[in-house]
T-cell receptor, first 111, second 115 residues
Framework: DAKTTQPTSMDCAEGRAANLPCNHS???????VYWYRQIHSQGPQYIIH???NNETNEMASLIITEDRKSSTLILPHATLRDTAVYYC????????????FGAGTTVTVRA | DVKVTQSSRYLVKRTGEKVFLECVQD?????MFWYRQDPGLGLRLIYF???????EKGDIPEGYSVSREKKERFSLILESASTNQTSMYLC??????????????FGDGTRLSIL
């Protein structure tokens, strides 16, 4: 019951912006979009989340389309340490406490 | 910054042993979770707790128990370890009600091998 679709992999150059797309065409009105990443052999790291407005924090920006059917995570200046699997998930507040990751996008940052 | 600390990064135990995995969070979060992560199976919820001494079963509680005597600490117990419990175990915590939109924050995980 995959709720999101992400590319399997992508490369980006160190120092450049990395734009990670995610499709969630069946998203409901009360579902938030969350992004996590997991560096090899470590626990998942929370990055950012949003409902419908664009969000920015010290790690990344989240751009959500007006119809909320897709979003983009932007890492503004990718570094080698950003190499990881990135997971986009949708989760309904007030009804859904379990997290479930799909296959995610394997992002490789190259020098 | 949120800090979720798991007691061991790597652990090797024998079948039949009672195994304790400890998790501590320093952000006064109400909710704590134990997941296991396996290749091809993704993340699966074992147990969670929304308050001290409160616990709820997740999707795969069989063979496990939990304890939450203090707000900051959530322990996972493998009553009698078996080889099919070899896995990466992840603890997470979050604030607000159990169904709030606040994100769950994870520890670095414990890679447990049962021989």
């Amino acid at each position: 019951d995959a709720k999101t679709t992400q590319p399997t992999s992508m490369d980006c150059a160190e120092g450049r912006a990395a734009n990670l797309p995610c499709n969630h065409s069946t998203i409901s009105g009360n579902e938030y979009v969350y992004w996590y990443r997991q560096i090899h052999s470590q626990g998942p790291q929370y990055i950012i989340h949003g409902l419908k407005n664009n969000e920015t924090n010290e790690m990344a920006s989240l751009i959500i389309t007006e119809d909320r059917k897709s979003s983009t995570l932007i890492l503004p200046h990718a570094t080698l340490r950003d190499t990881a699997v990135y997971y986009c998930i949708v989760r309904a507040a007030f009804s859904d406490y379990k997290l479930s990751f799909g296959a995610g996008t394997t992002v490789t940052v190259r020098a | 910054d949120v800090k979720v600390t798991q007691s061991s990064r790597y652990l090797v135990k024998r079948t039949g042993e009672k195994v304790f995995l400890e998790c501590v969070q320093d952000m006064d979060h109400e909710n704590m979770f134990w997941y296991r992560q396996d290749p091809g199976l993704g993340l699966r919820l074992i147990y969670f707790s929304y308050d001290v001494k409160m616990k709820e079963k997740g999707d795969i509680p069989e063979g496990y128990s939990v304890s939450r005597e203090k707000k900051e600490r959530f322990s996972l117990i493998l009553e009698s370890a078996s080889t099919n419990q070899t896995s990466m175990y992840l603890c997470a915590s979050s604030s607000g009600g159990i169904n709030s939109n606040q994100p769950q924050h994870f520890g670095d995980g414990t890679r447990l091998s049962i021989l």
